[in-house]
């Protein structure tokens, strides 16, 4: 099945520093989802990106699918930007695989 | 909308003894997940369901973990008997349909602790 792997595992970053997320998955894939779960466990979705580049506020990713990698950048992080990030993808109708996290703190 | 409903929050169990999650999906959608998540990993799934069938349950321990998900709405996951690896936080999940694309929307999960 298909792997997928996160880079860093932690960042630590200061209040208004900007932070690069990597994602990287063995294998073509048609949906590639990033997440941000807070300190209370709650997945919220950021992204649904299986290819190209996406922006919403200070979060934008870019999937490129040919290298099997995306990137979740975060500009001007702030404290609640804090928890962990999971990408997931998928190929056809087979289960989301999730990658290991990637844990970020934002500290003041 | 109302997002993906999960009950209860928090449970703590002893070992051998029997537990059970309940999941309400977002409505109209067909496609439901239950994902397990142990502490400093990412979420694995366990079941997924298409209405009221079952699409995947390759990773569920099938010997002690059960899930219903009657009338195609909600669910139900039952672990009967809980081992001590069972602490993890059990994760509902729905889409709307269970094709190509589209986001899985998450509930806010049920940590369970076995002592």
């Known amino acids: 099945g298909i792997q997928v792997e996160q880079s860093p595992p932690d960042l630590i970053l200061q209040e208004g520093a900007n932070s690069t997320l990597r994602c990287n998955f063995s294998d073509s894939v048609n949906n590639l989802q990033w997440f941000h779960q807070n300190p209370w466990g709650q997945l919220i979705n950021l992204f649904y990106?299986?290819?190209g580049t996406k922006q919403n506020g200070r979060l934008s990713a870019t999937t490129v699918a040919t290298e099997r990698y995306s990137l979740l950048y975060i500009s001007s992080s702030q404290t609640t930007d804090s928890g962990v990030y999971f990408c997931a993808s998928n190929q056809g109708a087979q289960k989301l695989v999730f990658g290991q996290g990637t844990r970020l703190t934002i500290n003041p | 909308e109302a997002g993906v409903a999960q009950s209860p929050r928090y449970k703590i169990i002893e070992k051998r003894q029997s537990v059970a999650f309940w999941c309400n999906p977002i409505s109209g959608h067909a496609t439901l997940y239950w994902y397990q998540q142990i502490l400093g990993q990412g979420p694995k799934l366990l079941i997924q369901f298409q209405n009221n069938g079952v699409v995947d349950d390759s990773q569920l321990p099938k010997d002690r973990f059960s899930a219903e998900r009657l009338k195609g709405v909600d669910s139900t996951l039952k672990i009967q008997p809980a081992k001590l690896e069972d602490s993890a936080v059990y994760l509902c999940a729905s889409r709307q349909w269970g094709g190509l694309g589209n986001t899985q929307y998450f509930g806010p999960g049920t940590r369970l602790t076995v002592l």
């Open positions: 990106i299986p290819s």
